[in-house]
């Protein structure tokens, strides 16, 4: 996919703009996985890849297209193609995100089970 952040994120970075983790997660009232997966419900039937993915990977649908956000870095992505998966791309646009580097950021996983 592409990324629509990408680049601001990196200034942000570069410029030290971003410097604590105290500032994560940017949609704090997404730290549920299971209140990313409510936001898949229009999800495109189309799309190359799953909600639960979605969800699992910290992001939530924007409601538009295949646009999706990260609850920790706020990123932005769509234009999902075959073969793309959500952790993989979110990690690859936004390898500095917290969520992708593993930190404390207020996750919290879905309760209901490993169902796909
Ligand atoms: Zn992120």
């Not at 039937?45 to 699992?56: D, E, F, G, N, Y």
């Not at 870095?73 to 075959?82: I, P, V």
Request: aromatic content about 12%; some cysteine; proline content about 7%.
């Amino acid at each position: 996919p592409y990324s629509e952040e990408e680049e601001d994120l990196q200034y942000r970075l570069r410029t030290g703009e971003v410097v604590d983790e105290t500032t994560y997660p940017m949609v704090p009232h997404m730290c549920s996985e299971d209140a990313r997966l409510q936001t898949f419900q229009p999800w495109p039937s189309s799309a190359p890849v799953r909600p639960r993915a979605l969800a699992q990977a910290g992001l939530f649908y924007l409601g538009e297209g295949d646009r999706v956000q990260c609850f920790c870095c706020a990123g932005m992505m769509g234009g999902w193609e075959a073969g793309d998966t959500a952790w993989g791309e979110h990690s690859k646009h936004f390898a500095n995100c917290f969520f992708i580097l593993g930190h404390d950021v207020g996750n919290v996983p879905s309760q209901g089970g490993a169902a796909a």
